[in-house]
């Protein structure tokens, strides 16, 4: 215990007799540590978020719709029938569905266009949906709709949606709709981004739902006729996407061939391989930048201790080891690292936030996290000082004496 105290006491005497050279390797050490902290941070929130999002896109989901092919091109093989095939192949809840673009106007003279979509009461069944207003109309509203809640606010602006009436006209019929309800964006990440639709009419209907600027309203209110342009099916709990689709093909027999069957749990998979890819690439990218700040942290220690050769050869006349001069070192180092740490940890959150300001995801970053900054950091930095430190200890005292 005498030893250590000894050290910690030459320690400190040493950073003191230092101020300047002291305070700029202590900052050094608060810049690496808060940039590590905050790139973590900004790397592991967003792809928690972004996978958050896409979850709720529904693994369990299926959809069945007319194929791209010119053999169905025109024609219209899903009919309203096909619902409860599908339901029958899968044991899951299934809603048919017929899209089309349609003008709607909420106050006169102030025409819209979007997305309509005629289905039943059990679409918040097949994809569980939230509301931010009201609720999904039931079987017995006619009259009744909802709508998404970024169409809520074209329409309505940041006025209350619900209560509201709705005029819908497609093909030379107009009716009006009350609107019973406002469906949340499911991908809530997709607020910070601006103006997704700026395709419109150019994708497919059954794409397009994805988008979140739509109108429900019952079948039949205003394209007549049982023809649907697409059934989504919400699988049980334990069914597998790929076996269902293969239940479907065989429910549907030879009309199978003029059908596309699309599971959007293996979609979703690619998509977080996809980004699992890009965080590999960005840990490569962190790994470099705490390479490049250990050569840096170098430079400035063999700066810091070659200042102190005199000091050091002093030490060493009077009887103090090797190992002793390089404990008092690497303790210093440790104390600038431990300042530095403690400051640049508690600033990433600042950082990371601002950052965060300019990417669609908000800033978080967990125990583990700041644990694997703090580690790394501090394992690289003591290494890198490690280095000067043992060249400055070799040499012999009479040497460094003289050249003083």
Same mark, same amino acid.
């Given at each position: 215990?005498?030893?250590?105290?000894?050290?910690?006491?030459?320690?400190?005497?040493?950073?003191?007799?230092?101020?300047?050279?002291?305070? $700029?390797?202590?900052?050094?050490?608060?810049?690496?540590?808060?940039?590590?902290?905050?790139?973590?941070?900004?790397?592991?929130?967003?792809?928690?978020?972004?996978?958050?999002?896409?979850?709720?896109?529904?693994?369990?989901?299926?959809?069945?719709?007319?194929?791209?092919?010119?053999?169905?091109?025109?024609?219209?093989?899903?009919?309203?029938?096909?619902?409860?095939?599908?339901?029958?192949?899968?044991?899951?809840?299934?809603?048919?569905?017929?899209?089309?673009?349609?003008?709607?106007?909420?106050?006169?003279?102030?025409?819209?266009?979007?997305?309509?979509?005629?289905?039943?009461?059990?679409?918040?069944?097949?994809?569980?949906?939230? !509301?931010?207003?009201?609720?999904? !109309?039931?079987?017995?509203?006619?009259?009744?709709?909802? $709508?998404?809640?970024?169409?809520?606010?074209?329409?309505?602006?940041?006025?209350?949606?619900?209560?509201?009436?709705?005029?819908?006209?497609?093909?030379?019929?107009?009716?009006?709709?009350?609107?019973?309800?406002?469906?949340?964006?499911?991908?809530?990440?997709?607020?910070?981004?601006?103006?997704?639709?700026?395709?419109?009419?150019?994708?497919?209907?059954?794409?397009?739902?994805?988008?979140?600027?739509?109108?429900?309203?019952?079948?039949?209110?205003?394209?007549?006729?049982?023809?649907?342009?697409?059934?989504?099916?919400?699988?049980?709990?334990?069914?597998?996407?790929?076996?269902?689709?293969?239940?479907?093909?065989?429910?549907?027999?030879?009309?199978?061939?003029?059908?596309?069957?699309?599971?959007?749990?293996?979609?979703?998979?690619?998509?977080?391989?996809?980004?699992?890819? !890009?965080?590999? !690439?960005?840990?490569?990218?962190?790994?470099?930048?705490?390479?490049?700040?250990?050569?840096?942290?170098?430079?400035?220690?063999?700066?810091?201790?070659?200042?102190?050769?005199?000091?050091?050869?002093?030490?060493?006349?009077?009887?103090?080891?090797?190992?002793?001069?390089?404990?008092?070192?690497?303790?210093?180092?440790?104390?600038?690292?431990?300042?530095?740490?403690?400051?640049?940890?508690?600033?990433?959150?600042?950082?990371?936030?601002?950052?965060?300001?300019?990417?669609?995801?908000?800033?978080?970053?967990?125990?583990?996290?700041?644990?694997?900054?703090?580690?790394?950091?501090?394992?690289?930095?003591?290494?890198?000082?490690?280095?000067?430190?043992?060249?400055?200890?070799?040499?012999?005292?009479?040497?460094?004496?003289?050249?003083?």
């Amino acid at each position: 215990m005498g030893r250590i105290a000894a050290a910690l006491a030459f320690a400190r005497q040493g950073l003191a007799a230092r101020r300047a050279e002291a305070l $700029l390797l202590g900052l050094t050490f608060a810049v690496v540590f808060c940039t590590s902290a905050s790139a973590v941070g900004v790397i592991r929130s967003g792809r928690r978020e972004i996978t958050a999002n896409i979850q709720r896109l529904g693994r369990d989901i299926v959809q069945v719709h007319k194929s791209f092919s010119a053999a169905s091109f025109f024609k219209e093989p899903l009919r309203r029938g096909d619902v409860e095939t599908c339901r029958r192949a899968t044991g899951g809840w299934a809603t048919g569905v017929k899209v089309f673009v349609g003008a709607l106007a909420a106050e006169p003279g102030r025409d819209h266009s979007a997305l309509v979509v005629q289905t039943d009461a059990d679409w918040p069944r097949v994809n569980e949906s939230t !509301f931010s207003e009201g609720r999904f !109309f039931r079987a017995d509203e006619p009259d009744a709709c909802a $709508l998404d809640v970024w169409l809520a606010r074209e329409l309505f602006g940041s006025s209350q949606a619900a209560g509201r009436e709705i005029s819908v006209a497609f093909g030379g019929v107009a009716r009006t709709f009350k609107v019973v309800g406002v469906l949340a964006d499911p991908l809530a990440i997709r607020a910070r981004f601006q103006n997704l639709d700026s395709a419109k009419n150019a994708r497919h209907p059954a794409l397009r739902l994805l988008e979140s600027k739509n109108l429900y309203i019952p079948p039949g209110a205003v394209a007549p006729g049982d023809d649907l342009s697409l059934v989504l099916i919400k699988l049980p709990g334990d069914a597998a996407p790929r076996d269902a689709v293969a239940a479907l093909k065989r429910a549907f027999g030879p009309r199978e061939a003029q059908l596309l069957f699309w599971a959007r749990g293996p979609w979703i998979d690619n998509i977080l391989d996809t980004f699992d890819v !890009f965080r590999a !690439f960005a840990n490569v990218v962190w790994v470099i930048f705490v390479l490049l700040a250990a050569g840096m942290i170098m430079t400035l220690s063999g700066l810091f201790i070659g200042g102190r050769t005199a000091e050091l050869g002093i030490r060493r006349t009077q009887g103090a080891s090797r190992a002793a001069v390089l404990v008092q070192i690497l303790l210093e180092g440790l104390m600038l690292q431990g300042g530095g740490a403690v400051a640049g940890t508690a600033l990433s959150p600042l950082a990371g936030a601002w950052i965060c300001r300019h990417l669609p995801w908000k800033f978080g970053i967990e125990g583990r996290d700041v644990a694997l900054v703090l580690g790394a950091g501090l394992l690289t930095s003591l290494a890198a000082m490690l280095i000067p430190a043992l060249r400055a200890v070799q040499r012999e005292p009479m040497d460094v004496l003289r050249e003083s």
